[in-house]
């Protein structure tokens, strides 16, 4: 399909799963909600359903202008699209606060040891002795019956309002780096400032994210628009590449998450 030459191998499941979304809404004239999509599916859907489709609009929420991951609308052009139509519940965790401390990672395994779906899960945020997660309305319920402790300690999780949620805009500081490729490690090495071993190494380990998914090819080629993640060192992601230098270097915009 020539619609393929435009995106990674890898990514081609998911680029018929919004084809088959599409399909579908079109035929049937009912609204399509999606589960949660981190910021790489949600540009797939926007390159394949944005502003040159006719029939169809989209729009993205994730529970405030901030959020991370979203849940997009697909729906006929004439729908009136609402909040209510995302089906996004904020929960807000009570816990001894004094007795154990959580963070994101504990929350996250205690939900995955449950069966519940990465996906079905938006933003989760730990900070301050309080913890936020924004869930797909469907889930809820299981999550208040059966999510009742984390790392030994009483948890329950009570329903907000959204306008509640704690909201934290993300600070990025962006530099301009020279570069011999765009490979994973050459990239990583000069983002991070680690030397070519130590960069393959973390990769190695399976320990470096592209675009929220694990990569343990060196050789890997990165692209403009790419988030990386590398466990320990925190986030970053390409923002520009501006072409190249008179001693034939690549030129690009990098920006770390501060």
Do not use: C
Not at 230 to 239: A, D, E, P
């Amino acid at each position: 399909m020539e619609v393929y030459q435009h995106f990674r191998k890898e990514e081609q499941p998911f680029i018929d799963q919004v084809l088959s979304w599409k399909d579908q809404v079109e035929r049937s004239y009912i609204p399509k909600l999606t589960d949660f999509l981190d910021p790489r599916e949600q540009e797939i859907v926007q390159m394949l359903l944005g502003t040159s489709q006719d029939e169809l609009q989209t729009e993205a929420f994730g529970g405030s202008e901030y959020s991370e991951r979203k849940r997009i609308v697909i729906a006929p052009v004439y729908e009136t699209i609402t909040k209510d139509m995302f089906q996004i519940q904020l929960l807000e965790a009570v816990y001894p606060e004094k007795f154990v401390s959580l963070e994101h990672r504990d929350v996250m395994g205690a939900f995955l040891s449950q069966g519940v779906k990465r996906k079905k899960l938006g933003d989760i945020t730990a900070a301050d002795g309080k913890i936020h997660l924004l869930a797909a309305g469907e889930v809820v319920p299981f999550i208040q019956m059966n999510l009742t402790s984390i790392k030994k300690s009483r948890i329950s999780f009570k329903e907000q309002s959204l306008e509640s949620l704690a909201v934290k805009k993300e600070n990025w500081k962006e530099y301009d780096k020279t570069i011999s490729s765009l490979r994973l490690d050459t990239v990583i090495k000069e983002i991070y400032g680690l030397s070519r071993k130590d960069a393959a190494a973390l990769i190695q380990k399976l320990l470096v994210k592209v675009n929220y998914r694990v990569v343990d090819d060196v050789k890997f080629q990165l692209q403009e628009g790419d988030m990386l993640s590398v466990r320990g060192k925190g986030r970053s992601k390409i923002v520009e590449i501006r072409g190249r230098s008179k001693k034939d270097k690549i030129k690009m915009t990098a920006a770390i998450l501060q």
